[in-house]
Nanobody, 123 residues
């Protein structure tokens, strides 16, 4: 099986910074795209940023210039550096990974999710 374990959430004042990390473990052949999503109370889960295995990134317009996604393929870990945080960034942040695994002699790719970590930005 595959597990994604997130860390780094917390409470910060507006204008402050936080860093999130998410480490994947288990029987992994390789990991393709990795990403961060967030869900605020009463709202749908939304994309924050994604990064391909080769390092190409995509950031939501709402976080461009403030958040930076990166990854370490050797550590199967994805990071999210969040600067200039705003109260509207308050949400539960989830990491996501497209993981390829061997199963009965075949390679399969499935999406996996972390358990979520709370980020709260006070005004």
């Amino acid at each position: 099986q595959v597990q994604l374990v997130e860390s780094g959430g917390g409470l910060v004042q507006a204008g402050g910074s936080l860093g999130l990390s998410c480490a994947a473990s288990g029987s992994i052949f390789n990991i393709n795209a990795m990403g961060w999503y967030r869900q605020a109370p009463g709202k749908q889960r939304e994309l924050v940023a994604t990064v391909t295995r080769g390092g190409s990134t995509n950031h939501a317009d709402s976080v461009k210039g403030r958040f930076t996604i990166s990854r370490d393929n050797d550590k199967n870990t994805v990071y999210l550096q969040m600067n200039s945080l705003k109260p509207e960034d308050t949400a539960v942040y989830y990491c996501n990974a497209a993981v390829t695994r061997w199963n009965h002699g075949y390679l399969y790719t499935n999406d996996y999710w972390g358990q979520g970590t709370q980020v709260t930005v006070s005004s």
